[in-house]
């Protein structure tokens, strides 16, 4: 039996690094040596920040290409980039350099934003706090999971893929503690692609995957 599951909770800490563009070509060579928890805010912050309107793109890169230089075609591709296809932060540093170097020998002219639109290089620090609830068994978390807030949910199911050996999130993690029991829920859970979604739907989908695998028997 593993030790029992300890809940935690989460918040982003937004830092400013000083480094900013104003055109493609700065905002490529930032990137080249920018910490790389640069990019891991500008990809995954926005899950945790405030937001009053549903985003059109879900990273900070993409969003800048939109907004502050107007290249649409740029936006679109900086968006459809998906952070957890990526084993680390340095792949997803090297697909983005390269999406933007396709920009820039595609362009006649280098894309400038207008003053007031710089992009603002943020780096993120995790805070974790400890809710002492603890888990016993995993039929306890299905009760649980729609109460749990969205720091947790990011801590557990996003977070935790960085911090993992196997990069997955740490309920699989805690499940594959119980031997085989559990197979065709870590499964289910790897399935699920935590990007292209709201926190709030990510936690309802972990349920839905949880409340499947209980009514189904495994």
């Known amino acids: 039996m593993p030790e029992p599951f300890a809940v935690k909770d989460c918040a982003l800490i937004a830092i400013g690094t000083g480094e900013r563009a104003q055109n493609l070509r700065e905002l490529r060579d930032h990137l080249m040596t920018t910490h790389p928890g640069c990019i891991y805010y500008h990809f995954w912050g926005g899950l945790l920040r405030p937001r009053f309107d549903d985003p059109e793109y879900q990273n900070d890169f993409a969003a ?69 609830v603890r888990i016993e068994r995993p039929e306890q978390l299905i009760g649980l999971l729609r109460r749990m807030s969205l720091g947790s949910i990011f801590y557990h199911y996003i977070d935790a893929r960085r911090r993992s050996a196997g990069k997955r999130d740490d309920f699989s993690e805690w499940l594959m503690g119980f031997g085989g029991e559990y197979v065709k829920l870590v499964q289910c859970l790897s399935n699920i692609d935590p990007y292209f979604s709201t926190l709030a739907e990510l936690r309802q989908e972990i349920q839905r995957a949880f409340l499947n695998f209980t009514a189904t028997g495994g």
Request: hydrophobic content about 45%; charged content about 35%; proline content about 4%.
């Open 64 to 132: 800048w290409a939109w907004r502050g230089l107007h290249d649409i075609r740029l936006a679109e591709r900086l968006a459809i980039i998906d952070p957890v296809e990526f084993p680390d932060i340095e792949s997803l540093r090297k697909e983005i350099l390269e999406v933007i170097e396709e920009r820039l020998e595609e362009s006649e002219m280098v894309p400038w934003a207008r003053q007031g639109y710089l992009f603002h290089f943020i780096r993120s620090q995790i805070v974790v706090f400890d809710t002492d």
